[in-house]
């Protein structure tokens, strides 16, 4: 029940397509959705982040969409490009915070 | 978005030695840290919930007197890797905060 579901396990977009990352959890607790980026070598950093009370939220290139009925949620990333090859990492915690449980991640490879 | 500093960022040890990795949160003060494990191409693995003030608690399946865990104040938890073998070798990674976690940088820990 603790568990975030994270699917592809790898991705390869052509530039200027459109990612398509998605992530499942069962945990009805959870109330905050972030998504992390993670370039090779280093920590992974926020990239957006939603809350259940809102369906979609669009940051620049980047849109999660929340389905909580089904209790999905998805990464869009539009007009892809070789600089978002990284490794891409759902999460989500409970209200208040404390332990994030992270998807198990999605390596996006962009060819330019 | 608030940082996290991990000191070193590479370390190369000998087999039997302890290495001491230092993880800081420059602009805020964080009373819960956490230190995670990654192995290459793979997902975050929780290590322990570093606690200011108090003991750390750690995941099922982590040796918490090899992995010693001090969070003595409100900017600084460290991971000690006591004893270390070639099979400590990975990437370790530290992040704080309540619902967005900012992680440092990341610790390469190499033991010959």
């Known amino acids: 029940q603790q568990q975030v579901k994270q699917s592809p396990q790898s991705l390869i977009v052509q530039k200027g397509g459109i990612s398509i990352i998605n992530c499942a959890y069962e945990?009805?607790?959870?109330?905050?959705f972030p998504w992390y980026q993670q370039f090779p070598g280093k920590g992974p950093a926020l990239l957006i982040a939603?809350?259940?009370?809102?369906s979609e939220k669009k940051e620049g290139r980047f849109t999660i969409s929340f389905n909580k009925s089904a209790k999905q949620f998805s990464l869009h990333i539009m007009d892809s490009q070789p600089g978002d090859s990284a490794t891409y990492f759902c999460a989500a915690s409970p209200a208040g915070g404390f332990k994030t449980i992270f998807g198990a991640g999605t390596r996006l490879f962009v060819k330019a | 978005g608030a940082v996290v500093s991990q000191h070193p960022s590479w370390v190369i040890c000998k087999s039997g030695t302890s290495v001491k990795i230092e993880c800081r949160s420059l602009?805020?003060?964080?009373?819960?840290m956490f230190w995670y494990r990654q192995f290459p191409k793979q997902s975050l693995m929780l290590m322990a919930t570093?606690?200011?003030?108090?003991?750390?608690?750690?995941e099922q399946g982590v040796e918490k007197d090899k992995f010693l865990i001090n969070h003595a104040s409100l900017t600084l938890s460290t991971l000690t890797v006591t004893s270390a073998h070639p099979e400590d070798s990975s990437f370790y990674i530290c992040s704080g905060g309540v619902e967005t976690q900012y992680f440092g940088p990341g610790t390469r820990l190499l033991v010959l």
């Open positions: 945990n009805t607790a959870f109330d905050y």
């Open positions: 939603i809350r259940p009370d809102v």
């Open positions: 570093s606690n200011e003030g108090s003991k750390a608690t750690y």
């Open positions: 602009d805020f003060q964080a009373t819960t």
